[in-house]
């Protein structure tokens, strides 16, 4: 079966579960009228918190409806909490984020059955509507909050696992850890708590203590869309780099690409596969001070030329380490040079002494730099780049990383423009070539 539609019949299947939830919250609320006006609220508070979204880290992105879905858990009985999810989430993605049916129904599902699951554990410990900040509570939400994560992430895992063809336990630790991920979580949880218990004290004061959670949220976004476009300024100004140098277009995408394979195989976590892609999105980036002459040259440079050219690394780091959302890329670009015997630049760094992140960076750089063409020698094939990459492997490159670029190389894609510029300049008899390493201008 063709894996669409693998993911496709999961998706159908958990969205069954999450409608047959909500139609038995249906025949309870028809039961039970008088909690019509919570029931409506939550869903629209839930509505209002999926619409608006945090970006906590540069692919993880999470909206606020967990604040809400939590408060709803801790004021409102179990069966109505699938319908309300239901109707919320259902709202905002078809009518806000206008989503593909099989993501809105994924993503629906996802917060029904988490939300629903929760509400179950913690419904052992708590009355919803009626609970105290007591030991009971903290133990209702801690294992509520558990549920929820472990939930939302299995789902995703199993939906991801089948879309990627890879293997589900690795999908869903890929997914579970990582601060960037768990602290925000509990921010959400612990708002949630503030809300509900308000919210259940004094129905004024709940809906009061929107107002400041509304300002805090402005101030982040305000602060957060900054640090986006600087982020964003950044890499157009490192693809207009790549861009300057003809015979290096594209470079730092495609490396870039080569990286996170890696670090993917070697199984890294999100927050330091997310530190690789920017870094080598932005290795280069302190080419913005190495001159045309030097840069462009067309032949092998003297010293001096060399001189100006090992500064890029440092000058990278400089321009970048004032930017947070930055800060676990600096070291990496500081080092992508760096050779594991200690002989390479701008430090001389050895072994574990150079970032893991760092050590990908520099094969990738080098397997790219040599398949390119340049202008003082023809393109290497893509045997000899791996002949060479192998040649200095424990030398200049740490062996592990080596040893996984080896085993996902084929999985590596043909990216085009690569193709493009070894065809025009394919009749141009170049000069020889050297020690790919210390002596290419990656
Ligand atoms: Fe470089
Ligand atoms: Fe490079």
């Known amino acids: 079966m063709r894996k669409e539609w693998k993911v496709k019949i999961i998706v159908l299947f958990l969205a069954l579960l999450s409608f047959i939830g909500s139609l038995n919250g249906g025949f309870y609320l028809f039961k039970n009228s008088h909690l019509i006006f919570l029931t409506i609220l939550f869903a629209f508070l839930i509505f209002l918190g999926d619409i608006i979204e945090i970006r906590v880290s540069p692919h993880v992105i999470m909206s606020l409806c967990s604040v809400f879905i939590f408060a709803s858990i801790l004021t409102i009985p ?11 989430i259902t709202a905002s993605e078809f009518f806000v984020h206008k989503r593909v049916w099989y993501k809105a129904l994924n993503n629906i599902s996802e917060f029904v059955l988490s939300g629903t699951l929760a509400s179950l554990v913690a419904n052992f410990f708590i009355t919803p509507g009626d609970f105290e900040l007591n030991l009971a509570t903290a133990l209702a939400l801690v294992l509520g909050a558990i549920t929820y994560s472990a939930v939302t992430t299995f789902l995703i895992a199993l939906v991801v696992s089948q879309a990627e063809e890879r293997s589900f336990p690795d999908v869903w630790l890929h997914w579970v850890p990582g601060e960037q991920n768990i602290l925000p979580f509990i921010t959400l949880v612990l708002l949630g708590i503030l809300f509900a218990y308000l919210f259940n004290k004094n129905f004024i004061a709940g809906i009061l203590c929107l107002i400041p959670l509304a300002l805090v949220y402005l101030a982040f976004k305000k602060n957060q869309d900054l640090e986006a476009t600087v982020k964003e300024v950044l890499m157009a100004l490192a693809k207009a ?6 015979y290096t277009f594209e470079h730092s995408q495609r490396v870039a690409t080569y990286a996170k394979m890696i670090g993917e195989k070697m199984k890294l976590n999100i927050k330091d596969l997310e530190a ?21 040259f067309p032949g092998h440079l003297d010293e001096e030329g060399w001189k100006v050219i090992k500064l890029h690394p440092r000058v990278g780091a400089d321009i970048l380490k004032c930017l947070t959302i930055l800060k676990d890329s600096t070291d990496l670009i500081h080092s992508h040079h760096e050779h594991v015997n200690g002989s390479g630049y701008p430090r001389g760094l050895k072994g574990n002494d150079i970032p893991l992140g760092a050590r990908i960076l520099a094969v990738a750089d080098a397997y790219d730099a040599m398949r390119s063409e340049r202008p003082y020698r023809k393109a290497y094939t893509r045997e ?52 790919p390493s210390s002596n290419e201008r990656k």
Request: aromatic fraction near 8%.
């Open 276 to 296: 690789i892609e920017s870094a080598a999105l932005l290795h280069d980036l302190g080419k913005v001070n190495t001159p045309d002459e030097v840069l462009l």
């Open 78 to 88: 179990l069966p109505l909490i699938p319908l309300t999810c239901t109707i919320a």
């Open 241 to 246: 780099l790549d861009s300057r140098d003809f």
């Open 384 to 435: 000899e780049a791996i002949a060479e990459i192998t040649k200095y492997k424990g030398k200049y490159f740490d062996s592990e990383v080596v040893n996984t670029f080896l085993e996902i190389l084929d999985e590596f894609p043909l990216l085009g423009e690569r193709e493009t510029y070894q065809n025009k300049f394919s009749e141009e008899k170049l000069s020889t070539r050297n020690d």
